[in-house]
């Protein structure tokens, strides 16, 4: 049987905790993860120097404690899970039998989330619910058949790919379609190339830059678990 779901990604303004936070660092892009019982903060500042005075902000409004610091980017914890502490978006998400899709993004005082309901009296639902509280903004809409969309790319986050350039993301698609990341290689590096229209050397050039780009942007991440696996 064929279950229809309804996908829709909004963004929401209301007074939070993050959503204050966010607000008075409106350059910077946050990214929450809650599992009921604490919280997960990725914080990526504009520049590296702008990311030591959000972080002190962050541990006396938030008493977040940073657990891993690269370059602009940091990840902190909330020892306790404050979204059940007043009428959050996941209260009223409940309320109104709808599912949110982690993780939440935060940008210049609002939230961003992906919500996924059962048919348009919930949504609507939800939709009014959060309306007594702030303002939501509708970003996209549409009819799922399937319960694999949680793993689409719109459930990574944003900055996973930032800085990387219209060619670099080209060589690691191209080179991914044609096996030349596979163990052992399917193909030349400059076979793929020639089918680039580049030399074999520019190829290469955007394909490491494009694979230390990904690293950098997910470094935080890695080394959490790193250090997660070695606690074990």
């Not at 993780?103 to 919500?115: A, F, L």
């Not at 309306?131 to 399937?146: A, M």
């Not at 800085?163 to 193909?187: H, M, Y």
């Amino acid at each position: 049987m064929t279950v229809n779901f309804l996908d829709t990604r909004v963004r929401i303004q209301h007074p939070c905790p993050f959503c204050d936070f966010s607000a008075c660092f409106p350059d910077a892009e946050m990214v929450l993860w809650c599992n009921g019982s604490n919280e997960i903060l990725q914080i990526s500042a504009p520049d590296s120097s702008t990311l030591p005075k959000i972080l002190k902000a962050a541990r006396k409004s938030l008493c977040a404690r940073e657990m891993v610091q690269d370059g602009r980017s940091a990840l902190t914890v909330l020892r306790t899970c404050v979204c059940r502490q007043y009428r959050s978006v996941a209260v009223i998400a409940d309320e109104c039998d709808v599912w949110l899709i982690p993780p939440v993004m935060y940008n210049d005082g609002w939230e961003t989330h992906r919500v996924l309901s059962k048919g348009k009296p919930s949504l609507q639902h939800f939709i009014a619910e959060v309306k007594t509280t702030g303002k939501i903004e509708i970003l996209s809409h549409q009819p799922r058949e399937h319960l694999d969309v949680i793993h689409d790319m719109s459930v990574i986050p944003i900055h996973l790919f930032g800085g990387l350039t219209a060619r670099q993301v080209r060589a690691l698609v191209r080179a991914f379609e044609n096996g030349l990341l596979d163990i052992p290689a399917k193909v030349k590096m400059h076979g793929v190339a020639r089918g680039e229209g580049v030399s074999r050397s520019t190829f290469g050039e955007h394909l490491r830059k494009a694979q230390l780009q990904l690293l950098r942007n997910s470094y935080p991440f890695l080394k959490l678990r790193d250090v997660g696996m070695k606690q074990e």
